[in-house]
């Protein structure tokens, strides 16, 4: 015998069919459509992450001469993918960094729709336009920024969290000063320990898998606390460092043993080709962290209007499809491979000269400033955190080694990044709306 389900579950789901159905009957677009529009605007947002973020974490590598330009892409087209598409997440916030109730759009599901392709066609554009610049700008926010337009136009001033942007602004000055900071000692350290001894390239052999322990532990870090969850692996804060510790452990005896393999070749080309094995280690491991994390500014947005066209509902939060994280992790690789010549060129020679032991200890603050920031809950941006410590090594061999005019370049266009955001943002609002007759 069949057991009927209760009435009042039956009205239930049937009020809920209801509401959906209408929902759908009132969308400006078929909901394919929209989807396919969705999909476009975050590979276009994607790409311009891969031309600028990744560019600029490839930047320090690629300018100290660790690796080529062609070897940057293979490795990013390889660990970005692979940290998008494996960690990318299967829950990622779709408006990004509390700048705005996603509440205040319930009802108005084609509003939501045309101010989340307008945020995205925003961001990437002035991406786009800062990448063909040299300038490396930060992506989230570039899409920070693109949300506040949003709001603003929508919704009006009141609704934006002015107090949440007030601290992201607080991070152009904190984040490069502690990252630059942390990267002058961590060069002073390896002058001391490696560079000035009167045998360097053994006392890199001896000392470098020391530093690698320590580059592994950071990226560890960020890989087990915001990585491994996505994948079906949470962890508590005692595992995180139980697997944090046991990587670094393999990472110091590979080191080890990468460098006594070569210690004939090191004696051969100097001691900074020591320090360049290590950054090979680091560049694919920070390709991959970047990778997991960074690619939700592309999709964050493009799965909230997924979600709206294929199940009606407005929400703080989206389950990513395999297919969204596919085109976040492609849009990504092609973005770097097409324009992220000019912001690594910026990064790696225009601010200062950099060598492989000075990149190694750009990359290495850098790494731990995020990682801080990650545990404080501190909005940064991994751009001006690698900035700053890029100027950081460059101050440890003294002011006139570094380029003060692509500095104050720079700092412009992170000062121009969320009005740049908002005001493209408002500029395609205008545009959709008239075009799709919202």
């Known amino acids: 015998m069949i057991r009927r389900p209760p009435r009042s579950t039956l009205s239930s789901s049937s009020a809920a069919s209801d509401v959906y159905k209408r929902q759908m009957e009132n969308l400006f677009l078929d909901p394919t459509i929209i989807l396919l529009i969705a999909a476009f605007a975050g590979f276009f947002m994607a790409f311009g992450i891969g031309a600028n973020d990744v560019a600029n974490a490839m930047g320090t590598s690629v300018g100290s001469k660790a690796i080529t330009f062609r070897q940057a892409i293979f490795i990013a087209a390889i660990f970005e993918f692979l940290g998008a598409y494996l960690a990318g997440g299967e829950v990622t916030s779709t408006i990004r960094k509390g700048i705005v109730s996603p509440d205040l759009y319930i009802g108005q599901e084609n509003i939501f729709i045309i101010g989340m392709m307008s945020a995205l066609f925003a961001a990437a554009t002035w991406l786009l336009i800062a990448s063909s610049k040299g300038w490396p700008v930060s992506t989230t926010h570039s899409i920070v920024g693109s949300i506040v337009g949003f709001v603003i ?26 990252s630059g900071t942390m990267a002058f000692l961590i060069f002073l350290s390896a002058k ?38 996505h994948v079906g692996l949470p962890l508590t804060d005692n595992e995180v460092v139980l697997v944090t510790i046991g990587f670094g452990v393999v990472v110091t005896i590979i080191t080890a043993i990468l460098l006594n393999l070569n210690k004939n070749k090191i004696r051969e080309y100097g001691v ?91 990359e290495m603050a850098a790494a731990s400033t995020v990682v801080a920031a990650t545990y404080i ?37 992170w000062v121009v990044t969320i009005p740049a955001g908002a005001s493209l943002t408002i500029l395609f609002y205008f545009i959709l709306k008239t075009v799709f007759g919202v």
């Open 377 to 413: 809950g501190f909005p940064i941006s991994t751009t001006h955190t690698l900035v700053g410590a890029v100027i950081g090594v460059g101050l440890a061999k003294g002011v006139s080694h570094l380029d003060l005019g692509s500095i104050g370049r720079i700092v412009l266009s």
């Open 153 to 178: 136009i929508s919704m009006g001033f009141t609704a934006v969290s002015w107090g949440k942007v007030g601290t992201i602004a607080a991070s152009w000055v904190v984040s490069p000063a502690v």
């Open 192 to 229: 001391k320990l490696i560079l000035d001894r009167r045998d360097p390239e053994q006392a890199a052999v001896s000392l470098i898998p020391f530093y690698g322990f320590f580059v592994a532990v950071i990226i560890g870090l960020v890989t087990a606390r915001k990585g491994l969850k």
């Open 272 to 362: 900074e080709s020591a320090f360049a094995i290590l950054m090979i280690v680091t560049a694919s491991a920070m390709a991959f962290a970047h990778g997991s994390n960074d690619v939700a500014n592309a999709i964050g947005p493009m799965s909230a209007i997924i979600s709206v066209a294929s199940e009606g509902a407005i929400g703080a939060k989206a389950a990513v499809n395999p297919w969204v994280l596919l085109i976040g992790g492609i849009g990504i690789v092609f973005g770097l491979a097409m324009l992220g010549g000019r912001v690594i060129k910026t990064v790696g020679s225009k601010i200062t000269h950099l060598t492989p032991s000075l990149g190694f200890s750009a």
